[in-house]
């Protein structure tokens, strides 16, 4: 169960059936839901049958009913971040209830240390309190036979939810307690997250020594489904903790992005220039020369390996848009974009190329993804095409 904050996306098919909305929140069932629902159901159905023997093949229907109320209690968890979140006024984009539980995305938020500890404590706290809640119900009216071996189950998965919820490393919830730690004392939440996430593959490496590796130490080899369950949640883990700190690494390089930094210095010419025009302009191929239609937006750019192949005698007679390639629809940014406003603006762009246009929407440059790739990641990246 975590939560993240990303990019605004439409929704699409992919992120699974639509339940409906709760408090104005999307809510999607993934399809990998059904693969822990049939997990979840050979699991328990035949230990229903022993505990339940009265039931016979219902224990299987009985099973499919801990999965859905499950689904349930993960559900009120992430309601929980996000009923949290939105008294921060932080925007929540869809909550997504799927294989490994659930996770609830946000939209672009300014947070805070304090406030992001809230909104992270918030989940494992609804599931102590559901816990609670049937323990006292159950004291005070005691369950018998189905519906009182679905409330402890219930209350059980939701004490064991919380508990491990607040295990302090990334993805998990407790993950945001060590990088709202770091944070506040560096002022950093890149250094936060990638401090979190360390804490997080230390914490597989725990789950992974005392269920696994403390059993065989002793001489006993662990229960096959313990270690099916410990391999798949440590997997699940060790990938989470590692994307937090791959992200924050690249987080932490967005203040180089910028489109006036990174752009090569660019002019642009109208579509009715000729060859001749463009080779008194950039004789040796710079700056480079975008070619403007006649609204004066972006439309291409000038290949100059093309352009000094056309034969002297016939430069002026050939039209610039003949030794151009087109940019893609919309291909041109302010100059004053940066960070990460830039990256998703871009995200949504055809081709690889972009002008650079100034207030007045006169071309000043050219950038290229590969200058924006390289200033992200600190490597440059492989060329796959034109550049």
Not at 12 to 41: M, N, Q
Not at 146 to 151: D, E, Q, R, S
């Amino acid at each position: 169960m975590t939560s993240s904050a990303t990019p605004h996306h439409a929704t699409t098919k992919k992120d699974g059936i639509p339940l409906g909305k709760i408090a104005g929140i999307p809510v999607y069932l993934a399809y990998s839901w059904f693969v822990i629902a049939a997990i979840t159901v050979i699991f328990y159905g035949p230990f229903l049958m022993d505990f339940l023997p009265y039931l016979g093949n219902w224990a299987y229907l009985v099973g499919f009913a801990v999965a859905l109320l499950l689904a349930i209690s993960v559900l009120i968890h992430e309601l929980a971040h996000a009923l949290s979140a939105k008294a921060f006024n932080w925007p929540t984009e869809k909550i997504v209830l799927n294989l490994w539980g659930g996770h609830t995305q946000f939209e672009n938020f300014t947070s805070s240390p304090g406030k992001s500890v809230v909104v992270a404590l918030a989940g494992p706290a609804s599931n102590f309190v559901v816990a609670g809640v049937i323990w006292a119900v159950d004291a005070v009216t005691p369950l018998q036979g189905v519906p009182g071996t679905l409330a402890d189950l219930l209350m059980w998965a939701n004490l064991l939810i919380g508990i491990f919820n607040v295990l302090p490393g990334m993805p998990l919830d407790g993950g945001r307690l060590v990088e709202s730690a770091v944070w506040k004392a560096t002022g950093s939440q890149d250094k936060g997250t990638i401090a979190a996430g360390w804490s997080g593959r230390v914490i597989v490496v725990a789950l992974l020594m005392w269920f696994i590796g403390r059993p065989m130490i002793i001489g006993d080899w662990p229960n096959l489904n313990i270690l099916v369950v410990t391999v798949l949640v440590c997997g699940f883990l060790w990938m989470g903790a590692s994307s937090s700190i791959h992200h924050a690494k690249l987080r932490s390089r967005l203040y180089l992005v910028s489109a006036a930094g990174l752009a090569e210095r660019a002019v642009g010419v109208p579509n009715s220039a000729t060859v001749a025009d463009v080779l008194d302009i950039s004789p040796a191929g710079s700056p480079a020369v975008v070619i403007c239609g006649p609204d004066g937006k972006p439309q291409g750019v000038v290949d100059f390996g093309a352009a000094a192949a056309v034969p002297p005698q016939s430069t002026t007679t050939t039209p610039v848009t003949a030794v151009a390639h087109a940019l893609g629809a919309g291909a041109y940014v302010p100059e004053w974009s940066k960070g990460q406003e830039l990256i998703q603006y871009l995200a949504r762009l055809e081709g690889g190329e972009y002008a650079v246009v100034d207030h007045n929407g006169i071309v000043t440059g050219l950038l290229r993804q590969q200058a924006v790739v390289t200033a992200i990641t600190g490597k440059e990246a492989r060329r796959s095409g034109r550049a």
